[in-house]
Nanobody, 123 residues
Framework: QVQLVESGGGLVQAGGSLTLSCAAS????????IGWFRQAPGKERELVAS????????YYADSVKGRFTISRDNAKNLGNLQMNSLKPEDTAVYYC????????????????WGQGTQVTVSS
C-alpha cells in the first residue's frame, strides 16, 4: 500500500501558477500509476491528468491541455502537477491518487487517495 499527502495549494490570481506535490510514504512507488483529480463544490470529482509508472504515458483533460504538466520522480517518491495560466474555473479541491500497475482515466480504478489540497483562483 501507499500513503499520499498533497501540498502546494493556495490562493492565486487568474493567469498565475501553482505547483502541487504528492508525497508517497510507501515502498515501491514506481509500481504505482499516479492520477490528479479535482472536485469543485456541487460537481463530481474529475480526472485532470495521469502518468504511468514508466512516465511514458500521460493523459490530460481537454480543459487543462497546454496549461498543466504532470510529472513524477520515482527516486524521491514524489509526484507533481504544474499548473500555469490558471483560470477561475480551475478552483477546486485537488486530489492525488495512486493505482497499482497501469494508469487509468477511470476514477474508481484508483486504490489510494490523498486528503486533498484547496486551489482557489481569483478573477
Amino acid at each position: 500500500q501507499v500513503q499520499l499527502v498533497e501540498s502546494g495549494g493556495g490562493l492565486v490570481q487568474a493567469g498565475g501558477s501553482l505547483t502541487l506535490s504528492c508525497a508517497a510514504s510507501g515502498r515501491s512507488f514506481s509500481m504505482y500509476a499516479i492520477g490528479w483529480f479535482r472536485q469543485a463544490p456541487g460537481k463530481e470529482r474529475e480526472l485532470v491528468a495521469s502518468i504511468s509508472r514508466s512516465q511514458y504515458t500521460t493523459y490530460y483533460a481537454d480543459s487543462v491541455k497546454g496549461r498543466f504538466t504532470i510529472s513524477r520522480d520515482n527516486a524521491k517518491n514524489l509526484g507533481n502537477l504544474q499548473m500555469n495560466s490558471l483560470k477561475p474555473e480551475d478552483t477546486a479541491v485537488y486530489y492525488c491518487a495512486a493505482r497499482y500497475g497501469l494508469s487509468s482515466v477511470t476514477r474508481n480504478a484508483y486504490d489510494y487517495w490523498g486528503q486533498g489540497t484547496q486551489v482557489t483562483v481569483s478573477s
